[in-house]
């Protein structure tokens, strides 16, 4: 079973920031699509950001703009980077690898709260 460790949730208030980090261990990082999803309450999981193992990024209409995803394969680690943070970003961000049609994995999860 991989394992993907989260971190780089807590409080934020309305218009800060803050970076969402995502570590994998071994080579099937630099293969795998890697994203950030997240789940509001009472919500199902949506799409916030993902990238290729080329490194091409794809954003939900909900962060574009605002966010930026990126991947450092020497590191094993997806970022995701979250500037004028908004109330309804408040959701749990989980961390998901993939090749589509092979495997899927996902973090346990990080809580993001936008509250001032």
């Known amino acids: 079973q991989i394992k993907l460790v989260e971190s780089g949730g807590g409080l934020v208030q309305p218009g800060g920031s803050l970076r969402l980090s995502c570590t994998v261990p071994g080579n099937i990082f630099r293969l795998s699509t890697m994203g950030w999803y997240r789940q509001a309450p009472g919500g199902g999981r949506e799409l916030v950001a993902e990238?290729?193992?080329?490194?091409?990024?794809d954003y939900s209409d909900s962060v574009k703009g605002r966010a930026t995803i990126s991947r450092d394969n020497a590191k094993t680690t997806v970022y995701l980077q979250m500037n004028s943070l908004k109330p309804e970003d408040t959701a749990v961000y989980f961390c998901?690898?993939?090749?589509?049609?092979?495997?899927?994995?996902w973090g346990q999860g990080t809580q993001v709260t936008v509250s001032s």
């Open positions: 990238i290729t193992k080329d490194g091409t990024p």
């Open positions: 998901n690898m993939q090749r589509p049609g092979v495997y899927k994995y």
